[in-house]
């Protein structure tokens, strides 16, 4: 199947897709400040400049794009019907890093939770994670 967008187009597109500050990592912001906890953002300090740190608590969350994280869900499945090859490698890399972050972050007594873009579409369930996460 070919792409549906000429390869500028495409090109464009994919270079418009952010990596902070994303809607999803916005609503997860959003819900923990209504909560009352006060964090940091992307602490290049920490492997994996986590989305939401909350040093007090020694406690990160990370907001994770389904399609960019592989994750199992219908928007994690998808796959690019073009330069597929690359695609593969590139979001298999980002879950390998990911893997590696996490376990540097444990051993530097940090405690993860990880929320799917996907997850954010029903609040409800996230603010009971979240509540359970950060106590």
């Known amino acids: 199947m070919t792409d549906v967008h000429t390869a500028t187009i495409r090109s464009y597109n994919m270079s418009r897709i952010r990596n902070k500050n994303t809607k999803p990592e916005i609503i997860i912001r959003s819900i923990v400040h209504r909560m009352g906890f006060r964090y940091g953002l992307h602490n290049n300090k920490?492997?994996?400049?986590?989305?939401?740190?909350?040093?007090?608590?020694?406690?990160?969350?990370f907001v994770?794009?389904?399609f960019w994280h592989i994750h199992k869900c219908k928007y994690g499945r998808v796959r690019p019907a073009t330069n597929t090859k690359f695609w593969q490698t590139k979001r298999q890399g980002n879950v390998d890093r990911d893997?590696?972050?996490i376990k540097e972050l444990k051993k530097l007594g940090w405690k993860i939770l990880v929320i799917w873009e996907c997850q954010t579409k029903k609040p409800e369930k996230v603010i009971k994670r979240i509540k359970k996460f950060l106590g």
């Open 46 to 61: 920490l492997p994996g400049k986590p989305d939401i740190v909350l040093s007090r608590l020694k406690k990160i969350i």
């Open 64 to 66: 994770h794009g389904c």
């Open 99 to 101: 893997k590696r972050n």
